[in-house]
């Protein structure tokens, strides 16, 4: 059984860097999508960014040239580097992973699998 378990949430003041993980345990797959996403208070579930096996990335609009998605095959974690934050940013973070996605999707209908979260609060 595929788990997914984040870490490295917290609160820090706008302009600052946080850098989360994902843990994976259990099997996994050869090719695979994961990607990271945020959910403030009130609001849907929103894609972040997203790393296929392959090493193909994409972000949406509000991170790009801010975070950074990465994977360490080896460990088999995923990371998600955030620089210069926004108050905007504070959500809960997950990640997830979806088995052999062509694309690179932001929609999280499309993952079947998710860890359980970690928060970051941002103050202005």
């Known amino acids: 059984q595929e788990k997914l378990v984040e870490s490295g949430g917290g609160s820090v003041q706008a302009g600052g860097s946080l850098r989360l993980s994902c843990a994976v345990t259990g099997y996994f797959y050869v090719s695979y999508c994961m990607a990271w996403f945020r959910q403030a208070p009130g609001k849907g579930r929103e894609g972040v960014a997203v790393?296929?096996?392959?090493?193909?990335?994409r972000y949406s609009d509000s991170v790009k040239g801010r975070f950074t998605i990465s994977q360490d095959a080896a460990k088999n974690t995923l990371y998600l580097e955030m620089n210069n934050l926004k108050p905007e940013d504070t959500a809960m973070y997950y990640c997830?992973?979806?088995?052999?996605?062509?694309?690179?999707?932001?929609?999280?209908?499309?993952?079947?699998?998710w860890g359980q979260g970690t928060q970051v609060t941002v103050s202005s």
């Open positions: 790393i296929q096996s392959a090493g193909g990335t």
């Open positions: 997830a992973a979806v088995q052999g996605w062509p694309s690179l999707p932001l929609d999280p209908g499309v993952y079947p699998h």
